[in-house]
């Protein structure tokens, strides 16, 4: 017999073939390689990547954090030349 599909089971399946675009700052934290609790620490100074703030919610969007880490990318052999 086959079971009908609910409302609620086609979103939780939508949402595992779905990638994500943004991130919880938990996730977001261990994505650039942080301890739990960096990013939330960069907003509050004011500094570290732009956030969407939706509600209380705060998240990352991934291509906002790939840019951020391209920015920090140092590259040693344009340094040792300079």
């Keep these: 017999m086959k079971r009908k599909a609910t409302k609620n089971s086609r979103a939780t399946t939508a949402a595992a073939t779905i990638s994500?675009?943004?991130?919880?700052?938990r996730d977001a934290d261990l994505y650039i390689g942080k301890k739990d609790g960096y990013l939330k620490k960069q907003r509050q100074l004011g500094t570290g990547p732009a956030y969407v703030k939706l509600g209380r919610s705060?998240?990352?969007?991934?291509?906002?954090?790939?840019?951020?880490?391209?920015?920090?990318?140092?590259?040693?052999?344009?340094?040792?030349?300079?």
Excluded at 20 to 25: D, G, K, M
Excluded at 64 to 82: C, G, I, Q, S
């Design 58 to 82: 705060v998240s990352y969007l991934i291509r906002t954090l790939d840019r951020h880490l391209d920015v920090h990318v140092v590259d040693v052999n344009r340094d040792a030349h300079a």
């Design 20 to 25: 994500p675009v943004a991130l919880s700052s």
